[in-house]
């Protein structure tokens, strides 16, 4: 075990059973209401104009920004350390700096991750393939998302917190990657690539 893996055992094992569960619950809701809301776009996607295709690719990649485990709720360690104790004896801002910091693990990720969301959200270009080939690339998305998000769950009950903060982070990841860059703009896929980047260092 390496000197970093040591220091990220230790400051997981310091996590207490009602935080860890109060996490794995809020980050199990993220869950939910997203799959919910990928079955919804899925059950759409074949009456959409293929004018509105671009619009429709941008609703999607907001929704699914918006249901990622990024609030202080979904992390065990804000839960244990937040509010009252102002993160004194925080394991994670002991070896990710404080969340707050402006040059932690976390504030450089969330940076990133906000000006993703925004790129997305200004996103005014058009996509360059058959309206048919964003359709299939839009449903094989949709679904691969959602089976994520199910899989995401399913692993969620048996996981301690140091298991809990590596799936949050493979999960950030995978969840990121599949944005339909192909549909949008350059500007969102350098943004998503920066965002991935800064996951390297989120736990």
């Known amino acids: 075990m390496t000197d970093r893996a040591k220091e990220l055992d230790a400051a997981a094992k310091d996590i207490d059973l009602e935080s860890l ?21 899925s ?17 999607f990649s907001l929704t ?26 925080c394991g994670y801002a002991t070896t990710h700096g404080r969340c707050d910091a402006e040059d932690s693990a976390f504030s450089l990720f969330i940076e990133a ?9 200004l996103d005014t270009g058009e996509f360059c393939c058959s309206p048919y080939d964003a359709r299939m690339h839009l449903n094989l998305t949709i679904k691969a ?13 048996s996981a301690g917190a140091k298991r809990l903060m590596e799936l949050k982070a493979a999960y950030l990841d995978t969840m990121v ?3 339909p860059v192909l549909l949008l703009s350059e500007e969102v896929r350098e943004r998503s690539l920066l965002v991935r980047r800064m996951l390297l260092n989120y736990w």
Not at 22 to 41: G, I, M, N, P
Not at 113 to 121: A, D, I, K, M, T
């Open 145 to 157: 998302t959602r089976d994520v998000a199910m899989r995401l769950q399913e692993d969620l009950p």
């Open 177 to 179: 990657w599949f944005i």
């Open 113 to 121: 991750f906000q000006e993703l969301g925004r790129s997305v959200y």
């Open 21 to 41: 569960q109060a996490a794995k619950s809020a980050v199990a809701t993220s869950c939910q209401e997203y799959v919910r809301w990928a079955e919804l776009f």
């Open 64 to 89: 699914l920004l918006g249901h990622l485990p990024t609030r202080p709720e979904t992390c065990p360690f804000c839960i244990q350390y937040g509010h009252d104790k102002s993160c004194q004896g």
């Open 43 to 59: 059950r759409r996607l074949d009456g959409v104009d293929p004018g509105e295709l671009h619009k429709f690719a941008r609703a």
